[in-house]
């Protein structure tokens, strides 16, 4: 059973910086991809970047610049390094995992299977 556990969440001004970690366990295929989504209510869940095992990446055009995803595959940890935030940036953080994955081309995917439970990043002015 994969399971996904966020930490890093919380308040920051805008132009400060917060680095999220996802503790993942349970993936037992040999590729796969791990991403970090947002969601802000009334909108739909937003993929912002992602990242397979490979380590190869996506980032949307809206982070790209600021965000940085990584992963420590002897710890399982999935990171996002968010500098230069933004009030836009405030929403409720997702990590999500998709075993037999990999990216390609830099191109977001949208079908993720197994989720964590969220952490909130709010950005004030």
């Known amino acids: 059973q994969v399971q996904l556990v966020e930490n890093g969440g919380g308040s920051v001004e805008a132009g400060g910086s917060l680095r999220l970690s996802c503790a993942a366990s349970g993936i037992t295929s040999s590729t796969y991809c791990l991403a970090w989504f947002r969601q802000t209510p009334g909108k739909e869940r937003e993929g912002i970047a992602q990242?397979?095992?490979?380590?190869?990446?996506a980032l949307a055009e809206s982070v790209k610049g600021r965000f940085t995803i990584s992963r420590d595959s002897a710890k399982n940890i999935l990171y996002l390094q968010m500098n230069n935030l933004k009030v836009d940036d405030t929403a409720m953080y997702y990590c999500?995992?998709?075993?037999?994955?990999?990216?390609?081309?830099?191109?977001?995917?949208?079908?993720?299977?197994?989720w964590g439970q969220g952490t909130q990043v709010t950005v004030s002015s």
């Open positions: 999500a995992a998709e075993p037999w994955c990999r990216l390609l081309r830099s191109v977001l995917r949208v079908d993720f299977s197994y």
């Open positions: 990242i397979d095992h490979e380590d190869n990446t």
